[in-house]
Antibody
Framework: QVQLQQSGPGLVKPSQTLSLTCAISGDSVSTYSAAWNWIRQSPSRGLEWLGR?????????DYAVSVKSRITINPDTSKNQFSLQLNSVTPDDTAVYYC????????????WGQGTTVTVSS | DIQMTQSPSSLSASVGDRVTITCRASQGISNYLVWYQQKPGKVPKLLIY???TLQSGVPSRFSGSGSGTDFTLTISSLQPEDVATYYCQKYNSAPLTFGGGTKVEIK
């Protein structure tokens, strides 16, 4: 059974970097059968897909245009996890952040992390 | 980028009613359409993928249809445990945009 466990701070100061990690159990971050996603949710934005990383002989990333200049998603094969870094945050980045597995066999996010509430405030 | 528009944004129906939610893509996405259910305070849950394929364990009262730009999620007989917000998502290529959601309540 695949599980995703998120970790990271719940409070970040404006202009600083938001960093979250998603630890994978029951699957591999390097699998050809999945992509590893970050999504956020706020009352003003609803569900917003932020980006993903996946391995297909080499590592690939896709990012949402809205955050493309500020976001990095990295795999960590030694720890079987992936991370989100969002730079130069503002209060508008306050949201619940989720990691999720994108299953490449049926093209959907079938496993989600528990969610992390991140507040951007001084 | 392709936009995903859901309607209605909310609805109220009686137990046993047939409920229909629509999702429209601004460009054709074949059948790369996913539906999620999110109950209050919970993590989104996969309901339907490939527009019409029920995820394992999802009750058969849920069904999906459509292709191209127009898609539908139907609950054939609304149950109290179906109170939730439902989201569609395009999955043909990045960005994997979500619809704005439809909140379903019991009348």
């Amino acid at each position: 059974q695949v599980q995703l466990q998120q970790s990271g701070p719940g409070l970040v100061k404006p202009s600083q970097t938001l960093s979250l990690t998603c630890a994978i159990s029951g699957d591999s971050v390097s699998t050809y059968s999945a992509a590893w996603n970050w999504i956020r949710q706020s009352p003003s934005r609803g569900l917003e897909w932020l980006g993903r990383t996946y391995y297909r002989s080499k590592w690939y990333n896709d990012y949402a245009v809205s955050v493309k200049s500020r976001i990095t998603i990295n795999p960590d094969t030694s720890k079987n996890q992936f991370s989100l870094q969002l730079n130069s945050v503002t209060p508008d980045d306050t949201a619940v952040y989720y990691c999720a597995r994108g299953n490449s066999d049926f093209y959907a996010m079938d496993v989600w992390g528990q969610g992390t509430t991140v507040t951007v405030s001084s | 980028d392709i936009q995903m528009t859901q309607s209605p944004s909310s609805l109220s129906a009686s137990v046993g009613d047939r409920v229909t939610i629509t999702c429209r893509a601004s460009q054709g996405i074949s059948n790369y359409l996913v539906w999620y259910q999110q109950k209050p305070g919970k993590v989104p849950k996969l309901l339907i993928y490939a527009a019409s394929t029920l995820q394992s364990g999802v009750p058969s009262r849920f069904s999906g249809s459509g292709s191209g730009t127009d898609f539908t999620l139907t609950i054939s007989s609304l149950q109290p445990e179906d109170v939730a917000t439902y989201y569609c998502q395009k999955y043909n290529s990045a960005p994997l945009t979500f619809g704005g959601g439809t909140k379903v309540e019991i009348k």
